[in-house]
Structure formats: structure tokens, C-alpha cells
């Protein structure tokens, strides 16, 4: 009797075709704000963001996100809409009225329905990013998202 070899197993993110690419944050250059309170999805995007090639910095609420859009030159936001202290959208109304160059905003939301996805963009939202966060999303909305930074 003899046993099949062991399978090897690939890493984790291996389901789609530019998984674990380190060249993605060079052919699509962003700098980008993570604005999230879960710990647990903190840490989510940071390591898909990481995997992309990009360096992370993460607030954990929207008041902290529109004090560091005010000093930084971000030009990508990936935006939790449920936050305490100060939500999602409206730290997306207080930076669109802000006299700075304009980031693009995905919304990071469990809530996929029409109408919530219309109130991301009734705030000043760009795009959207559905939860649970999964790479192959991040990948698609951070290419429209370099896509739309270059013609700026
Ligand atoms: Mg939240």
C-alpha cells in the first residue's frame, strides 16, 4: 500500500490571477488611507494592501481620516461607512469640502443593497468595496481607482 504524495498547498490568496504580486503597487502607484475601527478587518486590508506592493496606514475613524487627508497626499481612501465617532459618509461630506486635491473614495460596506450604495455616492463616494473585503475587489476597484487618479 502506498500514500499519495502530500499536496502542496498554495498560498492562501491563490484564487485569482494576480494574487500575491508585489509589481501591482508599482504599475498602479497609489497612496492610500485604510479608514476602518475592526481591528480584525484592519489588519484584512493591510495584509491584501501589503501582498499588492503598497505601504498601509490605517485611522480607525473618520475624524481621523479627514485630519490626515488634511496632511497627507493620499489620492485613494478605502473608507468603512460604520464607524464611531465621526461614520464613514460623513467624513466623505467633510473632505469633499475640503480645498485639497481630491482622493478617490471607495466605501468598504456590508451593505450591498441599492440604496445603500446610493447613499455612498450621495456623500461624495467614488466606488465601492462590498464586505466581507476579498482581493480580487481590491484589486478591481484599486485599478479604476489608479485609472481615474491619472486623469486628474
Ligand atoms: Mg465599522
Redesign the pocket.
Known sequence: MFSAPEKVHQATFNSGSELVDTTFAERYPLDILIA???FVNQKLIERILIRLGYRTETVSDGAQAVNSIGKSNYNVILM?V??PEMDGLEATRMIRKMAIKQPYIIAMTANVMTSDREECVQYGMNNYIPKPICMDEVISKLKIAAEYCSKE
Open positions: 476602518e475601527d475592526n468603512d460604520r464607524m
